[in-house]
């Protein structure tokens, strides 16, 4: 009788993994239909402007949050079968470094008015039979980042993903169906 039990235990579990296969699958599916590529890193301005590394948060480290984000965003403004592949050709974050304040500051992100994010990126929207609906290039720039609310928010990188967002929101307003 026990192993009974055990036997339909164990098949219930097998047609829980095989019922959740087909979910993963369309999960992996519905990312891959974003992709985000990126410049070289050394040729990158955040790059080029801090050689000497300072702050806490790596070009790796960045690269990858920021490519989330937009993969986040996008997928949510897809249609289905549509597909977004994205450049990153350049990027500065919001705010920056002033040495001149001394060693005990070197690692400090000034947040001025004259260090607003900017991002030059290149994307290409392509439908479910693999024709492009549109490409461009979109020079992202959010000038007034520090008159704009934002949430009690510590994300340190806060500025750049709302510069993504908004460029989201605004460039594919209309192409869910």
């Given at each position: 009788?026990?192993?009974?039990?055990?036997?339909?235990?164990?098949?219930?579990?097998?047609?829980?993994?095989?019922?959740?296969?087909?979910?993963?699958?369309?999960?992996?599916?519905a990312a891959a239909n974003v992709t985000?590529?990126?410049?070289?890193?050394?040729?990158?301005?955040?790059?080029?402007?801090?050689?000497?590394?300072?702050?806490?948060?790596?070009?790796?480290?960045?690269?990858?949050?920021?490519?989330?984000?937009?993969?986040?965003?996008?997928?949510?403004?897809?249609?289905?079968?549509?597909?977004?592949?994205?450049?990153?050709?350049?990027?500065?974050?919001?705010?920056?470094?002033?040495?001149?304040?001394?060693?005990?500051?070197?690692?400090?992100?000034?947040?001025?008015?004259?260090?607003?994010?900017?991002?030059?990126?290149?994307?290409?929207?392509?439908?479910?039979?693999?024709?492009?609906?549109?490409?461009r290039e979109s020079k992202l720039r959010d000038l007034s980042?520090?008159?704009?609310?934002?949430?009690?928010?510590?994300?340190?990188?806060?500025?750049?993903?709302?510069?993504?967002?908004?460029?989201?929101?605004?460039?594919?307003?209309?192409?869910?169906?």
């Open positions: 009788m026990a192993t009974k039990q055990v036997f339909h235990g164990v098949m219930a579990a097998f047609a829980m993994v095989f019922a959740a296969e087909p979910t993963m699958a369309a999960e992996a599916n985000v590529a990126w410049a070289p890193t050394d040729t990158l301005s955040e790059v080029k402007q801090n050689q000497t590394r300072r702050g806490w948060l790596r070009p790796e480290d960045w690269k990858k949050e920021l490519a989330a984000e937009l993969n986040k965003r996008a997928q949510a403004k897809l249609s289905p079968g549509q597909s977004l592949e994205v450049t990153i050709d350049d990027i500065k974050l919001a705010g920056d470094y002033e040495p001149w304040h001394g060693p005990d500051a070197q690692d400090i992100r000034f947040m001025k008015d004259i260090y607003p994010p900017r991002i030059d990126l290149h994307y290409k929207l392509v439908d479910a039979d693999g024709r492009t609906i549109r490409e980042y520090l008159q704009r609310v934002v949430p009690t928010d510590t994300d340190p990188l806060r500025y750049d993903k709302r510069l993504i967002d908004d460029w989201i929101r605004r460039e594919f307003r209309d192409d869910k169906a």
